[in-house]
């Protein structure tokens, strides 16, 4: 592989032997786009590059990053077909997580984990602004149905699937997870931030419900109250609720997301009295009104693109950017995770709990057996 500079200079820091297929041969264009020269292109960096000129529209309109000095100062559907497992958590869950084991393809597909770990590395080379989007997608996936990629199948007929659920309509990196699976069909860079190990085995859904999405999945608007009420429905709890949370420190936001807390509050405030007032004017200079859907900002400013711990510090001034951040401080037990994960001073138990929670919810709704199938194709379910 290869890596660009800020300046557009590519540098080569991989075997020339290597696949032409997997090879970066020419300097992609600053839109973009493939051009006659860049047929060489491997075809999985192509595709992902397209999707980071997307990224980097967007990023043109992010909320300006935080100076350093200032960081330093402060289911039952009615289509449900037989075989197939329910949406939420359900008792007998803990019988089907059994079944999982880490190296469950480990005789039919020894190097299954290499595939995935090389594939992502290339294309978090190539597009690393893709890591949020990607963490989002996991979690949306697993929240409904648990994680039997359902999230990842298309509308069919009059069906509405998860991905056109109005919380869904932003979510990105399929084209990734297609080209990975592409790659596992016909057969990393040094982690940064938290790992846990994966337990296989599990089958895939053969049901995908808009309405259950809409549901099911934490708004951002949310409460602890509410929250937890939702994380418990699939076996998660209140600990959970505030290291899933820490999730937030990859990736932007769209405007309706969080507008909310910016306007339509009495004239005692000019914006919600949880949110920090020199925070909400500079959000409120970027993000103009709550239908402004072109705009975005970081969730985690200044490190939106790097998996650490400064999202608890924002939190915890009060500039977290979502209600269900701020939320975090009204009740005892996660505003105490949150004051002390933002001190810097246990950044491992953090990646630690939330390797923990990942593994948990990566734990809901497990299919296997005879239950659901292996799809051929994400997004279409397998017809017989």
Known sequence: MGHWSS?????????SSEAESDAVNQP???RRRVYKEEEEWSDDLVEVA?????????????????DDEEEEEEDEDDNDEEGDGGGGYEGDDDDAVAQLEVGYYSKTCPNVEAIVREEMEKIMSVAPSLAGPLLRLHFHGC??????ASVLLNATGSNLAEKDAEPNRSLRGFGSVD??????EAACPQHRGPFWPVALGRRDGRVSSAAEAADQLPPAYGDVPLLTKIFASKNLDLKDLVVLSGAHTLGTAHCPSYAGRLYNFSSAYNSGPSLDSEYADRLRTRCKSAHDKAMLSEMDPGSYKTFDTSYYRHVAKRRGLFQSDAALLTDATTRDYVQRIATGKFDDVFFKDLSESMIKMGNVGVLTGAEGEIRKECYIVNWI
């Open 143 to 148: 929240f409904v149905r648990g994680c039997d």
């Open 50 to 66: 397209e999707e980071e000129e997307e990224d980097e529209k967007e990023e043109e309109v992010v909320v300006e990053e935080e």
């Open 179 to 184: 080209k990975v699976k592409a790659k596992l």
């Open 28 to 30: 992609p264009p600053k």
């Open 7 to 15: 300046n557009g200079k590519y540098t080569k820091d991989y075997d």
